[in-house]
């Protein structure tokens, strides 16, 4: 009797120590969050702001998942280089938890939030959300370095959200040079058939052709030694091209003076008489 007595009371003491918010907690069963991006970090990633749309949470950290799992062996290799996916952390009020992991009570808006994944941790009090922002695209970031490689090749880190980049090539005789191109890298040998100093600047374009602001790649020395050999690697085909167009030219206006001037063959339709065409014959 002693002992069930015992055992009452012991319960009864458990009962009292016991915080009153684990007794009470109530269950979150839904959530609403929301993402934009209007700025960029120092590295050129989108700074994204989370917006939730309830009571009894707040919205907490929200990083990449590449940084978020930095570490982790098993999730780390998964996320490496992807630059969509983001990790973000809710937390729910005190006496609440979080009761969900499924994607049908965890609702997602902007920049094309898709769920990857969810899962709870500290009791229920925090709720992990994994999310793939597919439209990004439409921030666009900024190139953050651009330098000369070898061999005259401009090249530069990428810019998030572009689709292609503008660059503006100057010469010592300040002659510019506008070129467009979807990579990260090019070779602007083709215009350096003179020596002296070449400088180029850099700029991402978007998805909607909204352009950022211009990067210095920098100066390059062209030597008389490298301009002929650039001339010599790139003016051949310019040469080409220039011969082909000509021949084709002047064989046209050699045709159209023949037909213009020639009676010596016609042929005769009815009552209408036809010049047949006199081709200039090649070789």
Known sequence: MMKKKWLLCMT???MCAMPLSAQAAKAINSVSVSFDAESFDEDGIPDIEIKVKGDNYDAGSVSLASEYYSGDEKNESLYEGDMQTYVVE???DDDYYFNITKSNKIHL???????VKASRKDNGSTLIVTVKL????VFLGEIQEARWGENGMAQWDPAIGAASYKIALRDSDDKLKRVETGGIRYDCRPFMQKAGSYSYEVRPVGQDGKTGEWVS?????VSEEMAAANKAAFEVKYERIYEGICASLET???NI???AGSRQKTANTGTETRMLPIFRPTG
């Open 109 to 115: 808006n902007g920049a094309g939030a898709e769920f």
């Open 252 to 254: 046209a206006i050699w």
């Open 90 to 92: 809710l937390s729910a």
């Open 217 to 221: 790649g920098g100066s390059i020395e």
């Open 12 to 14: 009864a003491a458990m």
């Open 257 to 259: 003076k023949t037909l």
């Open 134 to 137: 597919m439209r990004l695209d």
